[in-house]
């Protein structure tokens, strides 16, 4: 049986998991796996826990202005976002189709699974355009910190990957 609370949940989780993420369009905050819960209190006041993928990141203001215009066009104004840093969030929290969304836009998904410990196996990167393996890291930060800039070798193309953590 489905509650009013549980309903009213999922309401307010579907619209804040429209919101994009400013650097990577294509995504939802919901596809990245930050958007990690929804609070509706008694009073009507909204709570939504976001985890940054960076305890740096620039992106997280945006988003939470995102959240809050997303929720205020639907009636929602009473509203606070918490930024929640633990657990750290990792990028076995992203889903299949945000995996998926970031190989169609040409940057290659994290590969692999986190580790609570060193990984002493480098995987190969696959090439979002021509899908070899045939790639090398030119630089361990690309055009964000959750990225790292990495060549083809077979079609030259260079290409961001987003790294596992």
Same mark, same amino acid.
Request: with cysteine; proline share 5%.
């Given at each position: 049986?489905? %509650? ?8 307010? /989780? ?12 294509? &995504? ?13 209190? =008694? ?10 993928? *960076? #305890? ?20 929602? %104004? =009473?509203?606070?976002?918490? &930024?929640? @840093?633990?657990?750290? /969030? %990792?990028?076995? /929290?992203? #889903? ?5 969304? &970031?190989?169609? *836009? ?26 070899? @393996? =045939? ?9 964000? #910190?959750?990225?790292?800039? *990495? ?9 961001? *990957?987003?790294?596992?953590?």
């Amino acid at each position: 049986m489905v %509650t009013a609370a549980r309903t009213l949940e999922e309401t307010v /989780w579907n619209i804040a998991a429209t919101v994009a993420d400013p650097e990577i369009p294509v &995504l939802t905050i919901e596809d990245l796996g930050i958007l990690r819960a929804i609070d509706v209190h =008694n009073d009507g006041a909204v709570t939504v826990a976001i985890t940054p993928t *960076y #305890s740096g990141c620039p992106a997280m203001h945006t988003i939470r202005d995102d959240i809050l215009t997303a929720l205020a066009a639907h009636g929602y %104004t =009473n509203v606070h976002v918490n &930024l929640v @840093l633990s657990p750290a /969030w %990792t990028t076995d /929290w992203m #889903s299949g189709a945000g995996r998926a969304k &970031l190989e169609q *836009y040409g940057i290659a998904p994290p590969t692999g699974r986190a580790a609570s410990g060193k990984i002493s196996v480098r995987l190969g990167i696959k090439c979002p355009q021509c899908s070899s @393996l =045939n790639t090398r890291e030119l630089t361990r930060f690309g055009s964000t #910190s959750c990225k790292a800039l *990495y060549v083809c070798q077979d079609c030259r193309e260079p290409f961001d *990957y987003f790294k596992v953590h």
